[in-house]
């Protein structure tokens, strides 16, 4: 048991809603603000100029985890090998997301990081995870009490599964409040397993991103005053990336962030069926999938709502699946 997760999360969470208004009012006056693309929908050019970058206060929550872990927890110890491995592969994400963003800002467009170039640094930061925390991250599935070893192809599957889990977090987040508020069930779940179970750094850190998702939701609903950026998105997804295989939760982490998946299927969908017919057709009026929504008239509000509740429902699902016995 760690009593010390719930306080964390209530002190971290007052914390982020104290700072916030400073912070957004510092990205205002150096205009640290949001691109948006041009093929996007319509009623999107009007978030043009709103701040960007939330993502670096949880990028303080997260130091700030991970130094009252240290010496709350380890006892001022060293981090072990399996900590080392979570920290470096969130941390990967998370510059890529703050290169991303900040490339964006000084080319004044909508365009940061190449596609090749963020897959490169993914795969880099999923291959650091696997290879440090071994063994305490093994060749093996797990499903509740079963353990399936399945060799190599393990690797090949975590490596692609890491990296589009990070990806579909980073697509999630296209309206106001959607990211923030489709996590919230899935970070609390995360850390209300890790309070029943010890699981390290891995453990710790759903705690930062639970509350940093409902402080910036104060501040992200629609209008927002703030979106997240690169920097937030990724680091929420390699959050959780981290906390499913530290955890032994990898096959049921498949259906927790299910809503997540199905935006990047839309994505892949989309991409596939324009290819395979010259742009002739289309899956969706627009991908990823909550664009897809707004096309059909779908207010914001209601596209997160309801998308809110499908990832509550992923959730529960999942749930049921996880390994909660010691």
């Known amino acids: 048991m760690t009593p010390q997760i719930p306080i964390l999360v209530l002190l971290l969470t007052t914390s982020n809603l104290l700072v916030f208004p400073a912070f957004i009012g510092l990205l205002c006056r150096i205009r640290f603000t949001q691109h948006v693309r041009g093929e996007g929908p319509t009623s999107h050019l009007a978030k043009a100029g709103t701040p960007t970058g939330g993502g670096l206060l949880l990028a303080v929550d997260v130091a700030l985890v991970t130094i009252v872990y240290l010496f709350n927890v380890r006892g001022s110890h060293a981090l072990s090998r399996v900590d080392v491995a979570t920290l470096g592969f969130i941390v990967l994400n998370l510059l890529a997301g703050l290169v991303d963003d900040v490339l964006k800002e000084v080319r004044h467009a909508n365009t940061g990081l190449l596609g090749y170039q963020k897959l490169l640094i993914q795969c880099a930061a999923s291959v650091f995870l696997l290879w440090v925390a071994f063994p305490q991250i093994a060749p093996q599935l797990h499903l509740q009490s079963m353990v399936l070893p399945i060799g190599w192809v393990f690797y090949v599957l975590a490596v692609l599964y890491a990296v589009g889990m990070v990806n579909a977090f980073n697509l999630t987040d296209g309206l106001d409040g959607l990211l923030a508020k489709t996590s919230l069930p899935v970070f609390a779940l995360a850390t209300v397993f890790s309070f029943r179970q010890e699981t390290g750094l891995a453990g710790w850190l759903p705690a930062a991103a639970l509350a940093f998702c409902i402080a910036f939701l104060w501040f992200n609903t629609n209008k927002a005053a ?58 969706f009026l627009m991908a990823p999938i909550h664009h897809h929504f707004e096309k059909l008239g779908w207010e914001e509000s209601k596209i997160v709502d309801r998308f809110f509740v499908v990832s509550l429902l992923f959730t529960l699902v999942g749930a049921l699946t996880m390994r909660w016995g010691r």
Do not use: C, H, P
Not at 232 to 257: E, M, P, Q, R, Y
Not at 261 to 275: N, T, Y
């Open 226 to 283: 703030i979106f997240m950026g690169d920097t937030g998105s990724l680091t929420l997804g390699s959050i959780f990336v981290a906390w499913a295989f530290v955890s032994k939760n990898d096959v049921s982490s498949v259906l927790i962030g299910g809503l997540f998946l199905v935006e990047a299927a839309s994505v892949m969908i989309q991409v596939l069926v324009f290819r395979a017919t010259g742009r002739r057709r289309r899956v």
